[in-house]
């Protein structure tokens, strides 16, 4: 998980924000402006946050130098209207102007520097450039999720300067697209067309990897349709790429992939809207005719496969889409999309502005605003743009689990001699309290940043479940955070992982922030087995939750062997076993997800070792037991 502008305090300051504004136009007028109106949210929220707002973007290729007819004036004039405030245009990009009205701006007022492209050094990089650019801010922004794939000044050099954080736009296209390799609900369907099989090869071969079925059509389908055995006339035809046509839907059979070729196509005799057309087999187009469109037989194919599927991913129209009798096809597709009740992402510059055309871009999850980069990040590659932003650090996270100790009158006292002692910034800490007590402590400690957890949850909302309490119960007395699957639990209440799964979806679902426990008993760790029964845990827990919603979670690692038999694990086994448990979260999920969980510690935490625990790299906190029941002996630990 990147840092996004939540992550920072921007009143007062100056925020260097890069957008890809680098919109089509026509005959100096903006044609679309939705890479405009996609970076508003990120604007307005900075404005309204009192920060001093110093945009900047690349239009077009003006090759390194000034030139008028690349000027982003347009840009500023519709940002003016669509703001609804003045924005200072700047007549040039580094230079006195720029400075000049830098140094006017008011807390709330945004300005546009001039396109950043007028200067050579932005594509190279330069690091002096970068420098210079740097001036503008004291915090970056990265909104250009259409440049992300560039490594140029403004898009990642100048993130060696500032600290360097994510804007709304990029982040909701990295999370969705992210989603679309990482966290997949299946059936997944990929949807492949567009010109060339030779554009796509890297995204095909990274999608094969992943998908239970792959749709191909566009221009892309012939070659596979040739490498078949079939007659394709005049069609869209690369030679040099059948071999590995047939490459690809051997590797598809090997994955089990489902393949979906088109069978019936759309031809005519030239390459133009006018000439007649007739739908034939695609197997058999006659040699004067070539293939513009996917057929009706076709259409219906897809349109049932997308139908019936969880995430769908498309990228590169089904036909000739720009005419008018060949859009049908691309049309069906979007229509079936819009209609699915599953992930709809879209990636592909053309694919997108098809979606647009057909008006049913607000039916999708993600129409991704970024062509080159959408293809980029879906075929796996690291996107510079993005990786010189800060990661989400995490912050220590400290709870008391009082198990079944203290009265209600025991409680409040605590609360009072703790509240006299503990400071605020020294970690984040919750008390995990009896459900009889929850009430009292969360009173008690209003306004103190203090959490206040439950130890347990049942996993339905309301039932005959005599003894138990519910996710919105906890939630109505402003519970935030509870215990699943404690030790304890699992031991003496035959809680299972099934069933913790199912507490760990609803305290997600709730806002709850779940502390997840995991761990191994002694007989598991004499019998070396200790990785692979936390690995188990892991996965059974976290199934079916999505990246958005783990990444909330908290996991405690209790070695079961260490708590309340005063043995405990060394600070390196707690360690690595904290390591160890990230990196099943990164192949459950990926990298950005692992590691923003935060994973505790449990298993007799004492003021005496709890700064060599709590100072390991893998370790964000600790669930503490019995020495949290003494004010005094908690805060000790909390000043690790
Ligand atoms: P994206 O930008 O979405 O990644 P591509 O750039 O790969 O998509 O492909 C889009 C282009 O493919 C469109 O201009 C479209 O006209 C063309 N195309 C699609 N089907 C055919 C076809 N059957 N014959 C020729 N060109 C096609
Ligand atoms: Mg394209």
């Not at 004039?77 to 830098?102: F, M, S, W």
Request: aromatic share 8%; with cysteine; net charge negative.
């Amino acid at each position: 998980m990147k840092k996004t502008i939540k992550d920072i305090n921007v009143k007062g300051r100056y925020v260097f924000v890069r957008c890809d504004f680098n919109v089509p136009m026509k005959e100096g007028k903006i044609t679309d402006d939705k890479r405009i109106t996609g970076a508003l949210p990120t604007i307005e929220y900075l404005i309204e946050k009192g920060a001093k707002i110093v945009l900047c973007s690349h239009m077009g290729r003006p090759k390194g130098k000034v030139n008028p007819e690349f000027s982003l004036k347009p840009v500023a004039d519709r940002l003016r209207q669509l703001l609804g405030t003045d924005v200072l245009l700047a007549n040039d990009v580094i230079g006195e102007d720029a400075k000049a009205k830098h140094d006017s701006l008011r807390d709330g007022q945004v300005m546009l520097l001039e396109n950043v492209r007028f200067h050579k050094e932005e594509e190279e990089n330069d690091p002096e450039f970068a420098k210079e650019l740097a001036w503008f801010g004291e915090f970056y922004v990265n909104d250009a999720f259409g440049a992300a794939h560039r490594a140029h000044a403004s898009t990642a050099g100048i993130a060696d300067y500032l600290p360097a954080v994510a804007g709304f736009l990029m982040e909701k296209e990295v999370k969705y697209l992210g989603e679309a390799i990482n966290n997949i609900e299946r059936p997944y369907t990929a949807i492949m067309g567009g010109a060339k099989v030779s554009d796509k090869i890297l995204l095909i071969e990274n999608l094969l990897k992943k998908v239970d079925a792959l749709i191909i059509g566009g221009g892309m389908a012939y070659t596979f349709i040739k490498a078949l055995g079939g007659n394709i006339g005049t069609s869209l035809l690369e030679e040099n790429m059948i071999d590995l046509a047939k490459d690809l839907l051997k590797k598809a059979e090997v994955e089990g992939v489902k393949v979906l070729l088109p069978v019936d196509t759309v031809a005519t005799t030239e390459f133009s809207n006018d000439t007649p057309s007739q739908v034939v087999d695609v197997m058999k187009i006659p040699d004067n005719m070539m293939g513009l469109d996917i057929g009706p037989k076709t259409r219906q194919m897809f349109a049932d496969q997308i139908g019936h599927s969880e995430t769908v991913v498309w990228n590169g129209p089904m036909g000739v889409f720009e005419m008018s009798n060949y859009e049908a096809g691309t049309r069906a597709v979007a229509e079936a999309m819009a209609k699915c009740q599953g992930k709809t992402i879209i990636g592909g510059g053309d694919s997108a502005a098809a979606v647009n055309q057909f008006g049913l871009a607000n039916e999708m999850l993600l129409v991704s605003t970024g062509g080159g980069a959408s293809l980029e990040f879906l075929e796996g590659k690291v996107l510079p743009g993005v990786a010189c932003l800060e990661d989400r650090e995490r912050r220590p996270f400290i709870a008391g689990n009082w198990k079944m100790f203290k009265t209600i009158k025991e409680a409040e006292k605590f609360v009072e001699e703790f509240k006299a002692i503990y400071k605020k910034d020294e970690a984040e800490v919750g008390l995990i309290v009896p459900y009889l007590q929850l009430e009292t402590v969360k009173r008690l400690t209003e306004g103190t940043g203090i959490r206040v957890g439950a130890q347990n949850m049942h996993f339905e909302d309301y039932g005959a479940f005599t003894g138990e309490i519910s996710a919105p119960m906890l939630k109505e007395i402003g519970v935030d955070c509870c215990i699943i699957g404690h030790s304890e639990r699992r031991q003496y209440f035959g809680d299972t992982d099934e069933a913790i799964n199912k507490k760990l979806k609803k305290a997600l679902k709730y806002g709850i922030t779940p502390i997840l426990c995991v761990g191994e008993s002694l007989e598991q760790r004499e019998a070396g087995l200790e990785y692979e029964v936390v690995e188990k845990q892991i996965k059974a827990d976290f199934a079916w939750i999505p990246a958005e919603q783990a990444v909330n979670a908290v996991i405690a690692y209790e070695p079961i062997w260490a708590i309340g038999t005063g043995r405990t694990a060394t600070a390196e086994q707690a360690n690595e076993m904290c390591g160890a448990i990230r990196k099943v979260l990164a192949e459950c999920y990926d990298e950005s997800v692992a590691s923003a969980i935060r994973i505790q510690y449990g298993g007799s935490v004492k003021p005496a070792n709890a700064s060599e625990i709590l100072n390991q790299p893998e370790i964000d906190g600790a669930l503490v037991g019995g020495a949290s029941l003494k004010p005094e002996e908690f805060s000790q630990i909390l000043k690790f």
